[in-house]
T-cell receptor, first 113, second 111 residues
């Protein structure tokens, strides 16, 4: 029974398109995150939601918009995709922000052509 | 500005020997540190953590050491097993809602 799941696992799309990645956790956690792992393998936080409220919004282009319909879901919508958006995107969750173990999803590999 | 650094991109160790993975940080305000392990095509999984009030934490074959004066932590795996082959990330936080991750060290345990 998967704790943190993401769909799709792979996403290949053309520049300029709009796409969404979905994330769901069944751990009952209050906090969810989106991370980006780029080609240099840096794992950088993009957003964090706690009880459906945005608590971290790193320097991310406003083409990226997270949406949290409830505590168990945090989706990532990306408008006008660019080549530089190609990366692996990980969703994660934890009970408390920062002071607690984060559980990661399997990742979504986004390729923009 | 990379606040958490793992300067060894890869490490090879014989099965049964000790693996030592290193991590350096620059922010003296960091007070909580974690190690994650990542297999290909999977998300990182939590391995072990340490608070800045300690200098050592042990869990089975895994021990994390923290040297605050040197701003350095290390993960020791004894004895190393082939199943330990993975990428290991260290992460640090100053309890401001986010962790800063290093770039990872790929460990290969040779049978």
């Amino acid at each position: 029974d998967t704790a943190v799941s993401q769909t799709p696992k792979y996403l290949v799309t053309q520049m300029g398109n709009d796409k969404s990645i979905k994330c769901e956790q069944n751990l009952g956690h209050d906090t969810m995150y989106w991370y980006k792992q780029d080609s240099k393998k840096f794992l950088k936080i993009m957003f964090s939601y706690n009880n459906k409220e945005l608590i971290i919004n790193e320097t991310v282009p406003n083409r990226f918009s997270p949406k949290s319909p409830d505590k168990a879901h945090l989706n990532l919508h990306i408008n006008s995709l660019e080549l530089g958006d190609s990366a692996v995107y990980f969703c994660a969750s934890s009970q408390e922000p920062a002071t607690d173990t984060q559980y990661f999803g399997p990742g979504t590999r986004l390729t923009v052509l | 500005d990379q606040q958490v650094k793992q300067n060894s991109p890869s490490l090879s160790v014989q099965e049964g020997r000790i693996s030592i993975l290193n991590c350096d940080y620059t922010n003296s305000m960091f007070d909580y540190f974690l190690w994650y392990k990542k297999y290909p095509a999977e998300g990182p999984t939590f391995l072990i953590s340490i608070s800045s009030i300690k200098d050592k934490n042990e869990d089975g074959r895994f021990t994390v050491f923290l040297n605050k004066s040197a701003k350095h932590l290390s993960l020791h795996i004894v004895p190393s097993q082939p199943g330990d082959s993975a990428v290991y990330f260290c992460a640090a936080s100053e309890r401001t809602y986010k962790y800063i991750f290093g770039t990872g060290t790929r460990l290969k345990v040779l049978a």
